[in-house]
């Protein structure tokens, strides 16, 4: 890359509002996710205790409280 | 040839697409790191669990009875890709909305900057308030708690990052734009280690050698995520820039 972000060259759109409605419902599906990973219960999944069971070890060694 | 505003702007949703990509390889990634040293630590543990624990009782939910030891180690990687995956597009998210704001030319310092703001504020931070324990570490009864407390630290982690940064913008010079940098992150940490409640539930009988290097395991865990989640983005992003930008400066070899 010979040339960085200059004025017109930059790489990201412009924040407008409907961007800014759109990043705000992915972050909240990327928090779900998350959720579901390293808290779920089957409250949300309703996996009952499956999903949590079989994520232990990760929730674990990424750091959450588990157990 | 004047390139017309924007022209070389990724949409959100190619921003997005990159994101998730380089989670899910560093979720994967980092998969295999704790798979490789972490799972013979929980492995570990879970025997020290097992054997300290009373005749199973009919109201207390076993471990192993829904999954097996087995598919709990491919879980990890269920886990950490899904994970991975998650934080990628948090990324790209807070790229896309942050980006213009970034004192940097460079996407690719921006990247790594912001995965390295992440690294502090989402892991360290807590990392030193809460450390991760192994099973057989905890009281169940407080799960909730610690829960709370958690993600108390985690937000406060943030703060103390976003708050570095207000300070350091507050200063001329760059000495003491990095002094303000630190006492702004220091001060929301301390305020914040201070009003979280403490917690050690570690067992007397818990081998502290284990416990030393389970956690330092999990740091190496979240470590490689952060690492590659950054490097990756920031690799995806040059590789869509510049294949945007080949069709356009071919012709134009004058400059
Ligand atoms: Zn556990």
Redesign the pocket.
Known sequence: MPKATTAGQLSTPAVSPRLLWTALAVVAFMLLITYLVVFDQGAVSRSGMYLHELM?DG??LLGVP?? | MPLSDGSKALTFGALLLRGLLAGLIAGLLAGFFAYGFGEPKVDAAIAIEEAAAPAPAPDAPH?EELVSRNGQKGGLFLATGLYGAAMGGLLAVAFTLLRRRLRTPSDTRAALGLAGAALLGLVLVPYVKYPPNP?AVGDPGTINQRTISYLAIVVIGLVAVWAAVVAKRTQPTEWRQAIAAVIGFLVVVVVGYALLPNINEVPATFPPDLLWSFRLTSLGTQAVLWTTLGLAFAALLSLGRRAAAQPEREPATAA
Do not use: I, L
Request: charged letters at 30%; proline letters at 14%.
């Open positions: 232990h929730r674990h588990c157990h | 471990e099973p």
